[in-house]
């Protein structure tokens, strides 16, 4: 009767189970299955699959400008520190108890909520060399000696920004720093430091430890779980990131400089119908997604203090 009864319970979790599973089993798990075998394969959707083995990928391993676009994957997740610092100063600073803290955390949060094709739309128009304001700004603000000096140096100026292969990078670097600095790191650092016991630090007020000390001592080694989350985190959302940022506002140029891997992914894709050759860049961004959050996993979790 007890066996019974446990297999009624049992069968009526995996009917509550089984809406999730189906779901799980039709958009994740069988087109990732379909996307590795499509990877051994040459297709452009008009003709038949043509099997081609590892073709795909030696092909990937000589292609310039796979390795190119993955340097510019790169180098974008060179903000992801800054980024990390900006949100845990911004969530100490609202941290604080004033009144009003409720709207200026709404406020930094905003930029979170409208992020998207809006937010990229406003900062194209931002970045623009003719009439965007910041070029206004420094024509008018800057002095004409200092904007003249600046272009004898050789260094183009005023920065015509996305259309720049020099500056294009660090612009879309720029505006995701806007973007994310009062986004949800923030909110989990919120969370974090809310969380650390004020007698510690009027014990270390006591001891006579300054700022930088109490945060050094306390603050940091206590938001080290969340610090390394926000970190694993951002490195995966680095290494795939970057397709909508380039498809609205520079379609991945000037010459390349803002293509990311999963713009190219996108562009052999359905773009110029590389299907085989798509899949098989994807699985390899992939394997580099799971290697660097091991690597990270291994030895990023030792300065986590628990």
Known sequence: MARTKRARVALAGYLFLLPNLLGFLAFTLIPVAVSLGLSFFEW??????????????????????????????????????????????????MNQKLRGIVVFRTIYFLPT???????????????????????????HWLPRWLNDGIGRLGVEWPPQ????????????????????????????????????SPELYEAADIDGANEWQKFRAITWPLVSPTTFFVFTMSLIGGLQGGFDQAYVMTRGGPAGATTTISYDIYNHAFAWNHMGYAAAMAWVLFTAVFAVTMVNWRFGGRIVHY
């Open 44 to 93: 452009d959707l008009f003709s038949g699959p043509k099997f081609v083995g590892f073709h795909n990928f030696s092909a990937l391993a000589h292609d310039h400008d796979f390795w190119r676009y993955a340097f510019n994957t790169v180098f974008l997740m060179l903000m992801i520190p800054v980024n990390i610092l900006g949100s845990l100063f911004l969530a100490m600073v």
């Open 161 to 196: 920004w996305l259309a720049s292969v020099t500056w294009a990078k660090p612009a879309l670097m720029f505006m995701t720093f806007w973007t994310v600095v009062g986004g949800y790191n923030m909110i989990l650092f919120l969370a974090a430091l809310q969380g650390v």
């Open 113 to 139: 909520i409208v992020m998207g094709v809006g937010t990229y739309l406003l900062w194209r128009w931002i970045y623009n060399p003719d009439y965007g304001p910041i070029n206004a700004i420094l024509a």
